[in-house]
């Protein structure tokens, strides 16, 4: 797959050849469904807590006497049943993680790349260095290459004055390739990949 390169002005820097085996995938949804469940599991915290009746802080006396009341026999209030009392079998911190492996995590980043590809929503950059961290003059060239939701991966680092510049930017988001993954590419509406990004992702997915 051939694709023009672009520079951050907008202007022409040539041709680029995509490898069709990481962009010209035909896109499954479950599989793309299955590594954003693995990432979006794995970043829940899991710290809801309640408390049990050996925690709530009521008295442990014994309520009313066992015989004679007509009513239920109960030992105290921090019973379930009781208001304020504690819960039976509530949640607990736990990890909401589950394993899924390296190479259907890989297959995931294929076909989140070959999505964007096959949908338009692909475009290579020349590159995104910078001689100054100026947010105006970045926005003004996003604003002219209609980018409104945009995920840039650069190569093995991301320049710092282009990182500077993006960080104001609403709706743009940077990441290195190492960072590149399937719930980031498939939040935002337009990919930009650097010439050293493509190189990098074709590296590490091949």
């Known amino acids: 797959m051939k694709l023009d390169v672009i520079t951050l002005d907008g202007g022409n820097a040539g041709s680029v050849d995509l490898g069709d085996e990481i962009f010209g995938l035909e896109p499954r949804a479950d599989i793309l469904h299955r590594v954003v469940r693995w990432q979006r599991n794995n970043a829940q915290q899991g710290t809801h807590k309640v408390k049990t009746r050996s925690e709530t802080s009521y008295s ?31 949640p607990t911190p736990r990890s909401h993680g589950h394993d899924l492996t390296k190479k259907f995590r890989k297959l995931g980043l294929r076909h989140a790349l070959s999505s964007k590809a096959a949908t338009g929503n692909l475009v290579v950059l020349d590159s995104i260095d910078m001689a100054e961290a100026k947010t105006g003059a970045l926005a003004k060239s996003i604003a002219k290459m209609g980018w ?47 010439k050293a990004g493509v190189e990098a992702l074709e590296a590490r997915l091949k």
């Open 60 to 90: 442990t006396k014994k309520i009313y006497r066992q015989k004679g009341t007509g009513g239920a026999r109960h030992g105290d209030r921090n019973a379930p049943i009781f208001r304020k009392g504690g819960v039976y079998k509530g």
């Open 148 to 194: 409104k939701r945009a995920l840039i991966i650069d190569g093995a680092a991301v320049n710092e004055n282009f990182a500077r510049a993006a960080a104001n930017i609403e709706g743009l988001d940077v990441l290195p390739s190492m960072g590149a993954n399937v719930y980031d590419i498939l939040k935002r509406d337009t990919l930009v990949i650097t």
